[in-house]
């Protein structure tokens, strides 16, 4: 059972904080993304990887960077939160570039005040 | 550029209608379709993939090219239906990422 968790529930931020979301998956999945999800916009893709210490942009990167140091974790930065920025940050694992499916964790409830 | 449209953001029928979710894509190539559902309090997940041609929860979705259309469709909508629905389409021979609809919320009343 492909398990991919992230760090917090919940989380309420200060605007201009350096935020950091963690996300872990335990089967050895080639690929991971983030998306945010927000009503009416659906989810959109900020970043994805499909290496250890490879990235490629979404399609809304600005304002958010990731780090792939170990093939299980990929990690979410705001490196300047804002308050545009709240939203709901789900994370998601492959297990190679023919495997469609994707497995969602159960997602990050992001506040900024 | 790939687009995935959902028309309908809010679906309400009564427990035994049939049900319909609209799925319309823009794409040149041939890409694979997929249906997403989220529960309320749970993860999103796959519900099914057109290439399967399975029937999941009573739930089917035909690939319609020349209309571009992957419609979800279920003849008897049950309580437990109630969800938030994402089409999603990976563009031709195979790709990491997946191009998201913006969601269908169907709500099954009793």
């Known amino acids: 059972d492909v398990k991919v968790t992230q760090s917090s529930r919940y989380l309420v931020k200060r605007t201009g904080e350096k935020v950091f979301l963690e996300c872990v998956q335990d089967?050895?999945?080639?690929?991971m993304f983030w998306y945010r999800q927000d009503p009416g916009l659906g989810l959109r893709l900020i970043y994805f990887s499909y290496d250890v210490k490879m990235k490629e942009k979404g399609d809304i990167p600005e304002g958010y960077s990731v780090s792939r140091e170990k093939k299980e974790r990929f990690s979410l930065i705001l490196e300047s939160a804002s308050t545009n920025q709240t939203s709901m940050y789900l994370c998601a694992s492959s297990l190679s570039w023919t495997a469609y499916e994707q497995y969602f964790g159960p997602g990050t409830r992001l506040t900024v005040t | 550029a790939q687009r995935v449209t959902q028309p309908e953001k809010l679906l309400s029928v009564f427990k035994g209608a049939p049900v319909e979710l609209k799925c319309n894509y823009s794409?040149?190539?041939?890409?694979?379709l997929f249906w997403y559902v989220q529960y309320s309090r749970q993860r999103l997940q796959l519900l099914l993939r057109h290439i399967s041609r399975e029937s999941i929860k009573g739930f089917t979705a035909d690939l319609n090219k020349g209309e571009t259309s992957f419609h979800l469709k279920k003849p008897f909508a049950q309580e437990e239906d109630s969800a938030m629905y994402y089409c999603a389409l990976s563009p031709q021979g195979g790709s990491e990422k997946l191009v998201f609809g913006k969601g269908t919320k169907l709500t099954v009343n009793p």
């Open positions: 089967m050895d999945h080639e690929n």
């Open positions: 794409y040149s190539g041939s890409p694979e």
